[in-house]
């Protein structure tokens, strides 16, 4: 019965033909990657610090006597530079998430996961730790040996050093982040003396550990198992993606380097060293070719470049090429790609409807809402009057003294309370009630449309008009 | 680590369902079996720390270490909102109606609160939002919206209503006018102009609704020369009025009587203070002298 069984469910795992050669990476033992400089590995570094660098320092520029950029949570306001845009504009940040998306899609058709490889907060956090714990602990042999070592004061104190400096970054990171919501130098003088509110405390903890734990001991397994982009990524490529590939034609049969030999001639260029497999950040092996642990970063290529020159090899046994480039097919150009153009066409769509919004956004917005109840009251000397509650938004950085006018409407309507109206503070909205008022013999059906202006009374450009409706009996 | 997944070294219970699912025989994980300790040692804390095990049938229970109420988390949210109104309701107690209606701030504060006290007190006979209900006899009790009052629009004389009600008075005209004079009334009266037929004057209208018909605010008696009516504009409702008057004692009697909320004692001096501003701001208060 149980042989049964067993040889039943053995059957299903190796429904899938790999299942011999599956190894998967759980994250059971630490990958300590080994750094080897090239070209990728500069570009890399580069890319990480002109992608993060702002986010630590950015927060810390002044315009105008208040921050540069702010997405300020407690005024419900987004500043940056000299543009103010208010919840009621902020459709435009979906328009901005669109391209943000968008553009991960078309650079990844082109040519796969560059986000990953090169600019993802997670690779550039690990990155970072990864380094210094090359600089405190050694390298990958000495952190191994490390690792396994008995504890020590000489390992306690390098184990330290490393959590330390983890903590520091986390630190920063959380402060960093903090700060683009609130002002810079409120917030640090506040956490100096301990007097954040329980928001900033509880968002600031959650980025120490979010950041201490996935950079530090999660890594690879963040882009193997949580991130949802890295799946979506790889379903973005297509067989005229380039990305970095091991040249399994030129390469194939692999074997050790022998000196001299028929063997030789026999054998592909690669020599089996591992060197890709060693500096792989997720511990992939390229040679088996595409998979969803590799986030193609290129350190392989520089690794795989560095020995290919010192056995007399061209380089390029692995490099970015497409998969129709290695199966020998015709290379297709960019426009015979139409993914791209596709993703390219929403991206100049959602930047059409931001530059539209931005040229568009007003100085002010008005809405009108008319009395429901009563919809119009009769008045003693025969006219028809209702009630308006207006609510007035001004967008500028001043108060503005309004005044409201009315088009369309009733012959002789007069609007009532319209000589005292309040300031329309900025950056918020000002309500007040208007009546107006009509003699009931204007009044030529039950419904008119009424169309409401408010405008500055020093500078007649800044306004906003609403229509309305006005309401008499029926007839 | 790299695991090699073979799914047939793990044993299993030896049930098999539907010819092929099997059941595997497996440590639930370690943060799982902790999850479940540290629920069950949630439980004990929460049980010391709050009211919760009942100890009888007549309601008593473990009070908890923390002394928490449902009843005063309530009442420190309700001070939160006292701290938030107690400054305008500070300053306006001691201010007139008129004052509260010329400080903007204090206008403002009744308007967008006073909706609770309205509907609560004033609403079931004048509507909600003060657009008046009608009975069988047509309108019950007036609309607050419009200009027309008959005891005055200002803000005294609203507040003045308010806490010492009001009663109108008009006599039953059944047995002193014949048929015919009520109907050459009635007609004058709809068509807006009551001093067009003498009778007005003979019969002693003239006596509480002016000698014009536009009504004398001292006595509330109606202007009978606008388009605002008190209880029905058609002939057949002025002479049902002329006929049977109002709070005239009969059950034919119209009636229209404002309660006085002072005698009462149902409201607070600012309570109706606050309900003078929000009738005031419907749309038809009046300037007065003040």
């Known amino acids: 019965m149980e042989q049964q069984q067993k040889k039943e469910m053995g059957e299903v795992t190796t429904l899938y033909h790999e299942f011999e050669t599956w190894t998967v990476n759980t994250g059971g033992q630490t990958i300590h990657a080994k750094r080897m400089p090239g070209f990728f590995r500069t570009f890399k570094d580069r890319a990480q610090l002109a992608m993060w660098l702002p986010f630590f320092f950015l927060p810390y520029l002044r315009w105008n006597g208040r921050q540069a950029i702010l997405f300020d949570v407690d005024h419900n306001q987004f500043h940056f530079f000299n543009l103010t845009v208010l919840p009621q504009d902020i459709w435009m940040l979906s328009l901005i998430l669109l391209v943000a998306a968008m553009t991960l899609f078309a650079v990844t058709s082109v040519a796969s996961r560059v986000w990953c490889g090169y600019f993802c907060f997670q690779t550039a956090w690990t990155d970072w730790f990864t380094w210094l714990e090359n600089k405190i602990e050694g390298n990958p042999t000495a952190r191994r040996k490390l690792d396994d070592a008995p504890w020590t004061f000489d390992k306690l104190k390098k184990k330290a050093i490393k959590h330390l400096a983890w903590a520091l970054i986390s630190l920063l990171t959380g402060i960093s982040f903090s700060i683009w919501f609130v002002d810079a130098f409120d917030y640090w003088n506040k956490l100096l003396h301990l007097q954040l509110p329980l928001v900033g405390w509880v968002v600031l903890i959650m980025f120490f550990f979010g950041t201490y734990l996935l950079a530090g001991f999660l890594r690879e397994q963040t882009c193997l198992w949580l991130c949802p982009y890295s799946r979506i990524q790889g379903v973005m490529t297509d067989s005229q993606t380039i990305l970095p590939t091991y040249d399994y034609t030129r390469g194939e049969p692999r074997g050790k380097l022998r000196r001299g030999g028929e063997a030789v001639a026999q054998q592909g260029d690669c020599i089996d060293c591992f060197q890709c497999v060693q500096v792989c950040p997720t511990g992939v092996d390229i040679r088996n070719g595409q998979q969803l642990g590799c986030i193609t970063c290129g350190l392989c290529i520089d690794a795989c470049d560095v020995v290919m020159d010192k056995i007399g090899k061209p380089r390029g046994l692995i490099r970015y090429a497409s998969l129709d480039e290695l199966s020998g097919k015709t290379k297709k150009e960019m426009y015979q790609h139409p993914r791209t153009l596709v993703y390219i066409a929403i991206i100049l769509l959602a930047l059409g409807g931001i530059v539209w919004g931005l040229t568009h956004m007003g100085t002010m917005a008005l809405k009108v809402v008319h009395e429901r109840q009563p919809l119009y009251v009769l008045m003693s000397d025969g006219s028809v009057q209702n009630k308006y509650d207006f609510k007035v938004l001004n967008k500028m950085d001043r108060d503005v003294q309004i005044k409201v006018s009315a088009e369309g409407g009733v012959a002789n309507q007069l609007i009532v309370g319209a000589d005292k109206l309040p300031l329309a503070r900025h950056g918020k909205s000002t309500s007040f009630t208007l009546f107006v008022k009509a003699p009931a013999k204007s009044l030529g059906q039950d419904v008119v449309p009424i169309q409401f202006r408010v405008e500055s009374v020093e500078d007649p450009n800044v306004f906003a008009e609403y229509t309305s409706k006005f309401y008499g009996p029926k007839r | ?290």
């Not at chain 2, 079996?33 to 095990?53: E, K, Q, R």
């Not at chain 2, 709809?190 to 004398?216: N, Q, R, V, W």
């Not at chain 2, 606050?274 to 005031?280: F, I, N, Q, R």
Request: glycine share 12%; aromatic share 8%; net charge negative.
């Open chain 2, 1 to 290: 680590m790299s695991d090699k997944h073979n799914a047939g070294d793990v044993p299993t219970t030896g049930h098999v369902w539907d010819d092929d699912l099997g059941d595997y025989i497996n440590q639930p994980p370690k943060w799982w079996m902790l999850g479940l300790t540290a629920s069950a040692l949630f439980v004990v804390v929460y049980f010391i720390y709050y009211p919760s095990i009942p100890l009888s049938m007549s309601g008593t229970w473990t009070k908890g270490v923390a002394g928490w109420t449902a009843i005063s988390e309530m009442e420190a949210d309700m001070s939160v909102v006292d701290e938030v109104r107690g400054k305008y309701e500070a300053k306006l107690k001691d201010m007139t109606p008129a004052a509260i209606l010329a400080d903007n701030d204090l206008t403002e504060y009744v308007t967008r609160s006073g909706k609770v006290l309205f509907g609560d007190n004033c609403a079931a006979c004048h509507g909600t939002n003060g657009v008046g209900t009608h009975d069988k006899l047509g309108l019950f009790a007036p609309i607050l919206n419009d200009d027309d009052w008959l005891y005055g629009g200002t803000i005294d004389a609203i507040h003045e209503s308010i806490t010492g009600g009001r009663q109108g008075m008009m006599m039953a005209h059944e047995g002193m006018l014949t048929e015919a004079q009520i109907d050459t009334l009635a007609n004058a009266v709809a068509a807006g102009k009551p001093t067009s037929t003498p009778l007005y004057a003979e019969s002693g209208c003239a006596a509480c609704h002016g000698d014009d018909g536009k009504g004398i605010m001292a006595m509330g008696s109606a202007n009978l020369s606008d388009s605002v009516w008190r209880f029905d504009s058609s002939v057949e409702g002025i002479k049902y009025t002329i006929k049977h008057g109002v709070n005239a004692g009969t059950p034919e009697s119209r009636s229209a009587v404002m309660p006085a909320f002072q005698a009462a004692g149902k409201l607070s001096d600012a309570e109706m203070k606050k309900l003078a501003v929000y009738v005031y701001k419907f749309g038809g208060g009046q300037p007065g002298a003040q």
